[in-house]
């Protein structure tokens, strides 16, 4: 379709330009040559001063597209600025209880404000699984596993636009009297940005009702 109408605008402008020089023929031949002869010098110079306006404007269209993609890169590898944070909880069940009860999508319903979670179809069991979280006032995030090693260990990272770009991490360590359980995060701000309050005690709000409710589910024997 492009090219169909950039033919049609050759031939169209082609056809004018014919009918200029011959309607300039026909004023020399019947008399007035010096008029004809200034309309062929202005179409001339019309014609010339468009070809450069023309050849001008690409040149700046095409710097302006290849310009785009390196400000972007540029933009994304500025310097920024690195937080990390960690809260952890102890209880008496072993790894691989707390695990079976973390692990699966579905489990935030039970320990967090998600009214419905799930694995993303066509998605992978282990790492690059992704999992979506719709909470109740209607917001969606969905995390990826960028890592793992059951029951030790997870790591997962944010994929929706607009996200903070941070990586979280989900560790169980044994104790006599069964797991502690770690949640660690890093999140990468923009030079010029910082976090509101301390990093530590933003995380602790966050993540703590989560260790508690992990407490209370496997308190009342719902693993």
Known sequence: MITLIKVLRSIIYAAGYLAIVALASVISYNGRPAAGLGIILTLAAVSATLLVASAVVNRRYKRAVHSAPNADTTAAAGPTKTYSAHVSES???????VWSLIRPAESAVLLSNAQRAFTVPGTPVGVGEQQC??????????????????PWWATTRPILSGEMNSRSTYRLEPTSTGCTLTLGTVIELPADEVLAEDPDQWWETQMRPYLTRIKEVLAAGQT
Request: negative net charge.
């Open 91 to 97: 209880y008496e069940h072993d790894a691989r209880t």
């Open 133 to 150: 979280f719709i909470r109740r006032d209607g917001s969606v995030s969905i995390i990826e596993v960028i890592g793992e090693e059951s």
